[in-house]
């Protein structure tokens, strides 16, 4: 099992003690407004963090020093060998503290150092501007935009912007 730890933050694989401040977090629609599948009920968050169990690939981030949790971090296999997507998602009362970058630092750290993948990918809509930051924090390269690609709901289709980084570019720095 994955544990991080930085500075300020503890990354954690989420577990079942989780579940109503998960909830809460991925219940409000302001937080969840860049995400197809919309809000989350709390049994499909007790779904997700069940399969979680077997082989984690969502992760709570928590504050050391009180323990809240302030955000969740996806860590997922890619259909491409040695390729792991990351993505998160931050408490609207924790946003602009640097926690999703600070996070996913760690996991590029532990995704480049200690599992030797080859490639690490994100995306977001362009409008999300605080994801479009994390991603050039990590150093990704903007390898392009999706036109339309996702369909939201009754006519809404959405862009999706594509970032990767390479073993090589993060040895580099």
Not at 25 to 38: C, H, I, Q
Not at 139 to 151: D, Q, V, Y
Request: charged share 30%; glycine share 4%.
């Amino acid at each position: 099992m994955v544990r991080l730890e930085t500075k300020r933050l503890i990354i954690r694989p989420t577990n079942n003690s989780d579940v109503s401040r998960i909830h809460e977090m991925l219940s409000d629609e302001e937080t969840m407004k860049f995400f197809v599948e919309g809000v989350y009920s709390k049994e499909k968050v007790f779904e997700f963090i069940n399969r979680n169990q077997k082989e984690p690939h969502h992760f709570t981030i928590l504050l050391k020093s009180s323990k809240r949790i302030v955000g969740k971090l996806s860590y997922n296999p890619w259909f491409m060998k040695q390729t792991k997507e990351v993505g998160w998602i931050i408490f609207k009362t924790a946003e602009g503290n640097g926690y999703a970058t600070e996070a996913a630092k760690a996991i590029v750290k532990y995704a480049f150092e200690t599992e030797k993948i080859h490639r690490l990918i994100a995306t977001c809509q362009p409008e999300n501007n605080a994801s479009v930051r994390v991603c050039e924090k990590l150093a990704m390269r903007l390898e392009g935009t999706f036109r339309k690609c996702i369909h939201y709901k009754d006519d809404i289709w959405w862009d999706e912007q594509f970032y990767s980084l390479l073993e090589e570019d993060y040895f580099k720095e």
